[in-house]
């Protein structure tokens, strides 16, 4: 069984950073793709950033300066990292995992629970 275990967020304060790490566990034959989407509403989530499994890196266009991505194979982890936090920034981020599953070799879509970032003095 694949789980995504998320951690990283809490309360920061504007002008600083935060870095959120995810992390599967569980056999999945190979990992596709790992990144981050933000919880807009109960309903919607838009993209954030990713990494696809031979290394090339997606991030949301407005935020590239100041949003980081970094993919750990050795680990299965992946790393969001955001400097100059601002209030925009606050939200749930949702980490997402794609690959295939080692039994039947099928692509599927792994969610965490979504961690809270708060920007706040």
């Known amino acids: 069984q694949v789980h995504v275990v998320e951690s990283g967020g809490g309360l920061v304060q504007p002008g600083g950073s935060v870095t959120l790490t995810c992390t599967v566990t569980?056999?999945?034959?190979?990992?596709?793709?790992l990144g981050w989407y933000r919880q807009e509403s109960e309903n919607r989530r838009e993209f954030v950033a990713a990494?696809?499994?031979?290394?090339?890196?997606n991030i949301r266009n407005s935020e590239q300066g100041r949003w980081f991505v970094f993919r750990d194979d050795y680990r299965k982890s992946v790393r969001l990292h955001i400097i100059d936090l601002k209030d925009g920034d606050t939200g749930v981020y949702v980490c997402?995992?794609?690959?295939?599953?080692?039994?039947?070799?099928?692509?599927?879509?792994?969610w965490g629970q979504g961690i809270r970032v708060t920007v706040s003095l």
């Open positions: 990494v696809t499994w031979d290394g090339r890196k």
């Open positions: 569980g056999n999945v034959e190979r990992l596709n793709d």
């Open positions: 997402n995992m794609r690959g295939r599953r080692s039994d039947d070799n099928q692509i599927f879509d792994e």
